[in-house]
Antibody, heavy 124, light 108 residues
């Protein structure tokens, strides 16, 4: 079964750091693109960061310079290191496999599966 | 602000058809994918590409696109379809992903 399990969330003070983990089973993270997506309480989904198979990484402007995505192939796990945390980073953080395929009419992109999420609260 | 625009809320009578739309310039170049999210749960993929449904998603869910607008249609909406629906695509650079603001679907 293809599955993702996040961990590492919790309460942290503004300016602090936290590292989230996303353990995959049923597939190999190093052979797939992986993304982190967050959702502030009562708000919509916001893409945060992606890591490609070759190691190229991308970040949303809102977290660039503060967050770092990485992976450990031996543990089949993706990480999100979050530094200089702000109150507005408070959210449920989901990891997702970031899929693509060359369809008959163009490149198709989608996220599947998603983990259950881990909650990050930034507050003093 | 989101580069993909969705109506905040839509309602449909039980058994009727409803269309949820997503607008954005990037949709002229990239397909949208659609996600269903029920309260307290993680999002679930319901549609991607031209009109592809993952295994386990009922065939009452279908998709289409025209110009800068992608649509998710539910034909014969059921009570269990009541949820938030989000579209997603790439931005104009092709490397960043972007979500619509979400549409809350109420089944009356």
């Amino acid at each position: 079964e293809v599955q993702l399990v996040e961990s590492g969330g919790g309460l942290v003070q503004p300016g602090g750091s936290l590292r989230l983990s996303c353990a995959a089973s049923g597939f190999t993270v190093s052979s797939n693109y992986m993304s982190w997506v967050r959702q502030a309480p009562g708000k919509g989904l916001e893409w945060v960061s992606a890591i490609y198979t070759g190691g190229t990484v991308y970040y949303a402007d809102s977290v660039k310079g503060r967050f770092t995505i990485s992976r450990d192939n031996s543990k089949n796990t993706v990480y999100l290191q979050m530094d200089s945390l702000r109150a507005e980073d408070t959210a449920m953080y989901y990891c997702a496999r970031d899929m693509y395929d060359y369809g008959d009419y163009g490149i198709e992109y989608w996220f599947d599966p998603w983990g259950q999420g881990t909650l990050v609260t930034v507050s003093s | 602000s989101s580069e993909l625009t969705q109506d905040p809320a839509v309602s449909v009578a039980l058994g009727q058809t409803v269309r949820i739309t997503c607008q954005g310039d990037s949709l002229r170049s990239y397909y949208a994918s659609w996600y269903q999210q029920k309260p307290g749960q993680a999002p679930v993929l319901v549609l991607y590409g031209k009109n592809n449904r993952p295994s386990g998603i009922p065939d009452r869910f279908s998709g289409s696109s025209s110009g800068n607008t992608a649509s998710l249609t539910i034909t014969g909406a059921q009570a269990e379809d009541e949820a938030d629906y989000y579209c997603n695509s790439r931005d104009s650079s092709g490397d960043h992903r972007v979500f619509g603001g979400g549409t809350k679907l109420t089944v009356l």
